[in-house]
């Protein structure tokens, strides 16, 4: 499916422009047309304006560029165990997903980028929905995921191959033929599409996003199709990132890595995360463990700095486990990022998590998840978690937040675009 290289133009004025990514300062058709009387094109914008009438009376205006800013957000895994697959069958016999969303669907789709790990191949009902261990979603999921504002979608995870190649095959047919501006990464069904770089732009901001899993549950690649996943591998990576650097102002990598269940990153994720840093990437945000993880920054090679959320958790999900601990994976977060440009350089604003909570209650339309900040004693007690692991609570899930995200928790951080990471202060 070739649709990884992706420009897409956000809205401007024709200031904005001017102030966004036109760093030669060399105006387009209609900023020419703007500054035509200027007879010359600096790093300002300037033009003579007539006062009174009266000939060769004017006053000079002078506009400086000013930064434009957008914000990206991300969720974690959409897992679709059974009981998730199953909410989706309506009443008249038809199937829906919008209610997994519904609580945070104006934090998705305000975003000027939205992005989610899809953790679970999606090859439609004819294949039979299913769970784990080999998950299979409907195609009505991915209907839900476009209503709801995700601009990107991640399908590189160690699920990716649960059915085969003929789930690759059957989910690219459905993003291709249903929404093919929408971006869909890390599976491939051409080495051509395999090849290509995914870049948005939004606001004159070109920004690329890799996304690369550390392995599928021990199934191999089809012997005729190799490059059906993208597996985390260092030269490939390398070589990504270099091409990235290229198209793209900003890179994202979104690796699908680390241990289940672990609160804390592995060495292994600090190796890797200090690999991208090096490469020069400059924000990681990780899936796969199921519980959220710190966020950290990490200095590269050449003194850059890499922001790495190690892992944002579940969106959604409805686990069988029953047993101490298994409350944790009803907690995910959302990674939220400001980026700013001055029509130079682009660099992190801002930065932050919106702590998440999976409503896990069977029946048709019902399971959500909801903003932690927005979850009450009414809706905990509702909860099924409950039920399999009785240390589910609001004060439960705010205690780990504390653990993992610190302050980071209670607010986000500004950044000084001229100061060091230890200089940026908390809002």
């Not at 599409?193 to 948005?200: G, L, R, T, W």
Request: hydrophobic residues 35%.
């Amino acid at each position: 499916m070739k649709k990884k290289v992706s420009f897409i133009v956000g809205i401007m004025t024709a200031i904005a422009i001017v102030g966004c990514s036109n760093k030669n300062n060399e105006p387009t058709a209609e900023v020419a047309g703007t500054v035509a009387q200027s007879g010359e094109l600096t790093g300002e914008l300037t033009e003579d304006i007539k006062t009174d009438g009266a000939e060769g009376d004017t006053e000079q205006v002078t506009e400086e560029q000013q930064p434009i800013s957008i914000d990206i957000i991300m969720v974690g895994d959409i897992l679709l165990h059974d009981r998730v697959n199953e909410s989706g069958l309506m009443e008249d016999g038809t199937y829906n997903y919008d209610h997994m969303f519904a609580q945070v669907k104006d934090d998705i789709s305000e975003a000027d980028i939205a992005i989610v790990n899809q953790e679970v191949i999606l090859g439609g009902r004819d294949m039979g929905l299913s769970g784990y261990p080999a998950f299979n979603g409907a195609f009505e999921v991915g209907d839900s995921l476009v209503d709801a504002g995700f601009d990107v979608v991640l399908h590189a995870t160690n699920h990716a191959l649960d059915k085969s190649k003929k789930g690759i095959f059957s989910c690219l047919s459905f993003w291709e033929e249903n929404y093919p501006e929408i971006g869909v990464l890390g599976i491939h069904d051409t080495e051509t599409d395999a090849e290509e770089i995914y870049v948005k732009e939004v606001e004159g901001i070109k920004i690329a996003v890799l996304n690369y899993t550390y392995g599928t549950n021990g199934i191999a690649l089809p012997s005729d199709m190799p490059y059906a996943v993208d597996m985390w591998d260092e030269d490939a990576i390398k070589a990504d990132v270099e091409l990235a650097k290229t198209m793209a102002d900003f890179i994202i990598v979104c690796p699908h890595w680390g241990t289940e269940y672990v609160f804390e990153e592995t060495k292994d994720q600090q190796k890797k995360a200090q690999f991208l840093a090096d490469l020069g990437v400059d924000l990681v945000i990780g899936t796969h463990p199921h519980v959220v993880e710190p966020v950290k920054w990490v200095e590269g090679v050449n003194g850059n700095d890499t922001l790495v959320y190690y892992s944002i958790g579940n969106f959604i999900n409805a686990t069988s486990g029953d047993h101490t601990g298994a409350a944790a994976r009803m907690l995910g977060a959302m990674a939220k990022v400001t980026l700013t440009t001055d029509g130079e350089d682009v660099w992190i604003e801002k930065y932050g998590v919106e702590p998440l909570v999976t409503h896990l209650v069977e029946g048709s339309g019902k399971i959500t998840t909801y903003r932690l900040e927005d979850y009450t004693p009414e809706l905990e007690a509702l909860n099924e978690m409950e039920k399999q692991d009785s240390s589910f609570s609001i004060e439960y899930c705010e205690q780990i937040c504390i653990d993992v995200f610190g302050d980071l928790y209670y607010n986000d951080v500004v950044c000084d675009k001229n100061s060091s990471k230890e200089e940026q202060i908390t809002e």
